[in-house]
């Protein structure tokens, strides 16, 4: 097999996750793009994402949040879980807002990574921030050759 560029290993990881991810294409979010240690997942918040208070229900945003989480510690095609996470919730956010969640890769040492996301709506208005600890386990999500 051919070396593939860690562009490409992103993206290939994230076909694999994505195509099996029914509860974030079900809760409406889109992966706009993947890189090494990156990812970013939007969503248009309907009514029926909206708790008692006509705001966005904190888990729809931590779900948000945890879905760009994923798709970026598994970019190097190696199967990455969560190990811990926390979210800091900021600003409502409601129906008909775009939620747009970035995720970066802060540290990834051994089989642990650690990976901070930030949430803002349509205008740039931070809604919520969140971090989260990953573990490598056995698997990968496609063949490659390997160094």
Same mark, same amino acid.
């Given at each position: 097999?051919?070396?593939?560029?860690?562009?490409?290993?992103?993206?290939?990881?994230?076909?694999?996750?994505?195509?099996?991810?029914?509860?974030?294409?079900?809760?409406?979010?889109?992966?706009?793009?993947?890189?090494?240690?990156?990812?970013?997942?939007?969503?248009?918040?309907?009514?029926?994402?909206?708790?008692?208070?006509?705001?966005?229900?904190?888990?729809?945003?931590?779900? #948000?949040?945890?879905?760009?989480f994923a798709l970026a510690c598994n970019s190097y095609n190696q199967i990455a879980v969560?190990?811990?996470?926390?979210?800091?919730?900021?600003?409502?956010?409601?129906?008909?807002?775009?939620?747009?969640?970035?995720?970066?890769?802060?540290?990834?040492?051994?089989?642990?990574?650690?990976?901070?996301?930030?949430?803002?709506?349509?205008?740039?208005? #931070?809604?919520?921030?969140?971090?989260?600890?990953?573990?490598?386990?056995?698997?990968?999500?496609?063949?490659?050759?390997?160094?």
């Amino acid at each position: 097999m051919a070396k593939i560029s860690a562009q490409e290993r992103a993206e290939r990881s994230r076909d694999a996750m994505w195509g099996g991810d029914e509860a974030s294409r079900w809760l409406g979010m889109t992966c706009e793009r993947v890189g090494p240690g990156e990812a970013v997942v939007t969503m248009r918040l309907e009514a029926h994402h909206c708790n008692g208070h006509k705001t966005c229900h904190g888990g729809i945003s931590y779900a #948000l949040a945890d879905s760009a989480f994923a798709l970026a510690c598994n970019s190097y095609n190696q199967i990455a879980v969560a190990q811990h996470n926390s979210m800091t919730y900021i600003a409502p956010a409601y129906a008909g807002d775009v939620l747009t969640a970035h995720a970066v890769e802060r540290a990834r040492f051994g089989r642990s990574g650690l990976y901070d996301v930030r949430i803002t709506n349509q205008n740039g208005e #931070l809604i919520a921030e969140f971090r989260g600890g990953a573990r490598v386990i056995r698997g990968r999500h496609f063949e490659e050759d390997t160094p």
